[in-house]
């Protein structure tokens, strides 16, 4: 096999550290696990597969397509496609044994005639998919199997007065309509409190490290760890510029470290003379811009670090949020191709 000078570590027991501690805060209500986007770029069949051993039992990807990706699907596990079924979708929907989270009037009456289970979301005020509650009227879900019936917050991660809102319009839908479970709270909802749990939860972020409000911090652990081989090593004497656009400016002669990570990886020019990388045990700062498919470091001269030894980027998805200006979804999901996955 050919030599990958990229790679990403993907730590498994964190994962599932991070789900105990996710399902622990939701209560009594069952705890799930978003794995679209390819459980937010570090693989969602090896997440499923991690998560499924931890007792986790419902999982939600974005389309068909990735519903499809997972096939075969164990047969004690539940999968939910959260875009629902477009007309295009109904062959794919015939063929999977998951269920469509049901969006609008018109995906109602598309699935009524399968007779199958699914779920419902409820628009209670972020207005982007789900039913508008004055749509139920007439009897809408009438005889539809629903399973969970569901709704999603839009300011979870902020101390909003939206998110007791949207609560109350949630407990007011559930009220009048026959469901199996309900859901509302994302990784921030769980967060929130034992109000929001209900009976499933559906994490995503936090479950992949990402800490989306305060409560969670110092629970939860990374889990992709990036790093890089020193493509070389160099000595700047001063004076000198570093990069395109020359931005750094050696003040004085020094070492930099020439990685082998760049925006194309995923590693995005947010990060140029702002990122940081951990090298023999300190902080050793992204000088100058992020290229394609390089960055650099500079390090300390008595450090002994050159050409073939690896680096691990700081890549602690609330500092880096920080250092980038990325959001932390972003930052996972724009983990390009190139990398070598690892589960450890
Ligand atoms: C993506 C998504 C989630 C998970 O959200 P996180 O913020 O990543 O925890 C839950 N529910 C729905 C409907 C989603 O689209």
Redesign the pocket.
Known sequence: MVHNPLRLRIDGDALVANWHWLAHRSGGADCGA?V?ANA?GLGARQTVKRLQAAGCRSF?V?TWAEAENLAPWPGDLELSV?HGPMAEDMAAAARLPVRP?LNSVEQVARWRGTARPCDV?IDTGINR?GIRPEQLADGLLDGLEIETL?S?LAC??EDSSANRAQLEAFRAVAGTVNARRLSL??????CLGADYAFGLT???????G?V?RREAKGHIRQVAHVEAQVVQRRSVPAGERVGYGGTFVAEEACDLLVLNIGYADGYLRGFSSRGRAKVAGKWAPVVGRVSMDLITVRIDPKTKVGEGDWVELDYDLSEASVQSGLSQ?ELLTTLAGRFKRTWI
């Open positions: 978003a679209k937010y939600f974005a959260l989270v979301m998919l569901m999603h979870a991660d709270a994302n990784s921030a909802g769980i559906r994490p995503g972020l936090a479950l992949y990402g989306p979804y």
